[in-house]
Every structure is written in C-alpha cells, then in structure tokens.
C-alpha cells in the first residue's frame, strides 16, 4: 500500500497588523515552504492562516480580493511572480462588512504537476479593497511560498 506522505513546513509565518484607514488584516506577509508540485494547500486548515480582514471604520463597507501577480520592482529578493495567478484561489471574495465587524477567507495554493515548477520560490499579492465608496481603501497582502517534489513512500 502506498500512501502519499504530507509534509508541511511553515517556517516563517510572519503576522502583522496591517491597516489602511478602517481595514486591518494579520494576513501582512505570509512565507510558506515545501509545497509539493501537483497539489493543493488551504492556508486555513493545513497552516492555520486563514486570511482575515477587519473594518476598523465607523461604517458598513463593501469589500472585493483580488489575487495579483507582482510587478518586477515588487518582488522580495530571490522570489518571482506567481507564473499563473489561477494557482491561487480564495474560498469567497466578495463581502459586506459591519463597522468592527472581520470577515474570514481561505486561501488555497494548487501548483500543477509540472516538473518546471520544482524548487521555486513564487510570490503574489492578495488586494483587499472597499467599492462603492468616494474615497476607496485597499489592503495588500504578501504571499511567498516555496515548492519541491512530491515524495511517496510504501507501508
């Protein structure tokens, strides 16, 4: 019998309290590594980093995130831009928020099964923003994540 081991390493989870003029998050910079080519990783249930934003304003806010691939003079050092923004999605992306009141997303990484990806380090953004408002307020968020072979192992 065979049995796919996972091993997932958070080595760095660096929380921050980032905020732009009523929204806050903890989902600043998040760094995850050893993802496995050809699989699928939810930040809530695997690392525990569910991405939460919170309306620190005296208003009900209507909020959009986006997933955003970096610019060239965005990208930390020995990172690249996420190849398809497609290999992130988010649990739900659209919602209404109460003044005081966080909202809850997962964040799910899904790297193809192509060797081509192995031993990369990738970067993309997470864009929380308000709509509907004269003066709009935005969050970035930073996700890096590094990848490596699958391993199997037989019992």
């Known amino acids: 019998m065979k049995r796919i081991l996972l ?9 921050q309290s980032a905020s732009a003029g009523g929204l806050s998050t903890t989902f600043g910079e ?4 050893d993802l496995r080519i050809g699989e699928a990783y939810s930040m809530e249930k695997e690392a525990k980093v569910p991405l939460i934003i919170t309306n620190t304003s005296n208003q009900e ?28 999605e988010l649990s739900q992306n659209e919602f209404v928020i109460g003044s005081g009141q966080s909202i809850k997303t997962d964040v799910i990484i899904s790297i193809p099964d192509d060797e081509k990806y192995l031993d990369k380090k990738y970067q ?5 923003y308000t709509v509907g408002r004269s003066i709009g307020l935005g969050l970035k968020s930073k996700l890096l994540f590094s990848t490596r072979k699958a391993e199997t192992e037989s019992r």
């Open 7 to 15: 091993v997932f390493f958070v080595s760095f989870f660096f929380v």
């Open 30 to 33: 998040v760094l995850v590594e």
């Open 61 to 88: 806010v209507k909020l959009k995130i986006e997933v955003l691939t970096p610019q060239e003079s965005e990208l930390k050092e020995s990172f690249e831009a996420i190849p398809d923004i497609g290999w992130v």
């Open 124 to 128: 993309v953004f997470i864009w929380s």
